[in-house]
């Protein structure tokens, strides 16, 4: 059996009253742990909040993105040893909206992949079609480079790793993949890992994400290669994120 573990992405949501608050509601509720783990992935200037406010507890923390790169001349980047140094376990990456929105290439993903597990962080590595591609029939194509930009690079990155699919089309949309839809990608996407490595991708956690509420997450963690969420909007909902995680505690 493979633990689940939801995550939440706040991207760039937050403040240090409203964190407060969020934290300290999460603390209260499942700061000493519980069957299913849980972490919140945070915007870099409040990683220093975020670690005074959960260090100790059972919640994680960790980072939406990443530099490639270990240091240097580049302005605005943020390293693998930064967020260990602010206590993150977790780090996204490849995001659909870092890799719509700010360009990010599979190979530029992996690349950063292989810096953070480099760092001593868990990659959270995103995959996910667009609505164009599910409708023109490439899903598994599209997921399929996604993924195997990654397994390029060596099976040493992955083995630390956890993924996410992530379909572009149900992220903050409202419109949630059917339970039967986001399990067919997760077991496309285990089957495609078996290829490399049996055994990791039997113990590999694959979280979905995608308008994942309170109302659809039990059905959606109750299948069997779901392993938990990747959470937007309900995550910076105190009652929200926390009815989510009681879902995957099962
Ligand atoms: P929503 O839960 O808001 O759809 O966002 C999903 C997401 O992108 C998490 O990374």
Known sequence: MRRKLVAGNWKMHGGLARNRELLDSLVQAIGKGGSADCAVCVPFPYLAQTQELLKGTAIAWGAQTLSEHGQGAYTGEVSAAMLTDFGCRYVLVGHSERRSLYGESNEAVAAKLLAAVQGGLTPVLCLGETLEQREGGITEKIIAAQLDAVTAAGMNGL?????????VWAIGTGRTATPQQA??????IRTRLAGSDAALAQRMQILYGGSVKPQNA?????MTDIDGGLIGGASLVAQDFLAICTAAAG
């Open 159 to 167: 083995a630390k790793a956890v993924i996410a699919y992530e379909p």
């Open 218 to 222: 039990a059905e959606l963690f109750g």
């Open 183 to 188: 399990q067919d990608v997760h077991a496309f």
